[in-house]
């Protein structure tokens, strides 16, 4: 009897607790709304001029290549000294990566593996013994060439 009991009270707050009145917003109207327009592709015929080549700004400035991993931290205070550390050494071609939960600091913009080894043996030299070349995405517009 108590758990019929129990069991009625339970529905009835359950009940009670219920908003009746449910309000529904019917001010959406598909046809109002703000598309973007569509860019189609270009469509070249005979005697039609060549469109204008994109300036250097438009077009990707990174590639396949590599740079040297100097280090891995969740600090970020220790990952800005370190890249402090190596700015002059290196350029200016040091950066930060953030792939949580660690800061990676890395070093130079390498078309060539042969490169980013002999920066590896760099750094290794000046004390930064767990240095380690990885293939990732660099910056183009100023990568070495080599000798």
Not at 5 to 33: H, R, W, Y
Not at 50 to 63: E, H, N, Q, R
Not at 104 to 121: P, Q, T
């Amino acid at each position: 009897m108590n758990r019929i009991l129990a069991a009625f009270i339970s529905f009835a707050v359950a009940g009670l607790c219920q908003d009746k009145t449910i309000d529904l917003d019917e001010s959406f109207n598909p046809d109002s709304l703000n598309e973007p327009p569509l860019e189609w592709p270009i469509m070249l015929y005979p005697g039609d001029r060549l469109p204008v080549k994109p300036s250097a700004g438009d077009l990707d400035t990174t590639a396949e290549g590599f740079r040297v991993q100097v280090t891995s931290t969740q600090s970020i205070e220790i990952a800005d000294s370190l890249r402090d550390k190596l700015l002059a050494p290196f350029d200016g071609q040091v950066y930060i990566s953030f792939d949580p939960p660690n800061y990676k600091v890395r070093v130079g913009n390498y078309k060539f593996r042969s490169e980013a080894e002999k920066a590896e043996e760099r750094l290794k030299r000046l004390g930064y013994r767990t240095a380690w070349v990885i293939r990732t995405r660099i910056e183009t517009h100023s990568v070495p060439r080599p000798r």
